[in-house]
């Protein structure tokens, strides 16, 4: 398995823009699939965005399209998530997460992803 490290989240006003990354360990990074998972107090977690090997393939969640952007650098084993035009209703923990490799794609199901980090907290206040 891969080690994952979250970093970068914090607490920020709606409209305001954070950068959250995540630093992977143990494993080849540049044949994973990334994503992003969030759950929120009492709700259940859910998929955010995914980013394929080459960085090319991306998949989003409809709640987050047009405002956060999934990136990956391959040479520092680093897959980041910009957000931008935050809104409350993002406060939850964030989670990265890797597929086994060569697993090819960016599935939103977080059944098939078999690594995960800590989480970051994001809180957006209004």
């Known amino acids: 398995q891969v080690q994952l490290v979250e970093s970068g989240g914090g607490l920020v006003q709606a409209g305001g823009s954070l950068r959250i990354s995540c630093e992977a360990s143990?494993?080849?990074?540049?044949?994973?699939?990334m994503g992003w998972f969030r759950q929120a107090p009492g709700k259940d977690r859910e998929f955010v965005a995914a980013?394929?090997?080459?960085?090319?393939?991306?998949n989003y969640a409809d709640s987050v399209k047009g405002r956060f952007t999934i990136s990956r650098d391959n040479a520092k084993n680093t897959v980041y998530l910009q957000m931008n035009g935050l809104k409350p209703e993002d406060t939850a923990v964030y989670y990265c997460a890797s597929r086994k490799n060569f697993a090819t794609i960016p599935t939103n199901s977080a059944l098939m992803y078999d690594s995960w980090g800590q989480g970051t907290q994001v809180t957006v206040s209004s």
């Open positions: 980013i394929g090997w080459r960085g090319i393939n991306t």
């Open positions: 143990g494993r080849t990074f540049s044949t994973n699939v």
